[in-house]
């Protein structure tokens, strides 16, 4: 039996819109323990991913002296349309599974947005593929 993206995907992922902000994404994998947020259209059309590392990557330190009030005004007014990676890579619910890891190790990528048509059904990370493999062993 080959496992498929469909067998193995979070569904139904919870998202943020494009016009959301920095401060919402960083609550947002604060609040929910992930790494990833696809980013969606109102009808739940993908249109791009947010990891971790971008929202490190374009938050300024709040540490530095006299810094606070330039943290808040990014934080707060960029929204994650700006941050986001537009070419994401996606699977369908039944992409095999070894096309997955596949994907995951030639595009060095740490999530595949799972969708159907257009619109993200499910999310799968490099922790889930890592699950499904030790079951396995």
Known sequence: MTTTLGAIMT???????PDQTLLDAMCFLRDHGVRHIPIVDGDGRLLGVVTD???KR??????IA???QVWDEVVRGTPVA?????????????????E???RFVEDKIGCLPVVEGERVVGIVTAHDLLRV?????
């Open 11 to 17: 569904r139904e992922p919870k998202t943020l819109r």
């Open 58 to 63: 374009a938050t300024p330190s709040a540490l």
């Open 82 to 98: 700006k941050i986001m990676t537009r070419e994401v890579v996606t699977g369908a619910p039944a992409t095999p599974l070894r």
């Open 53 to 55: 590392r971008d929202v």
């Open 66 to 68: 006299g810094q606070r």
């Open 100 to 102: 997955a890891v596949r």
């Open 133 to 137: 493999m030790l079951d396995r062993l």
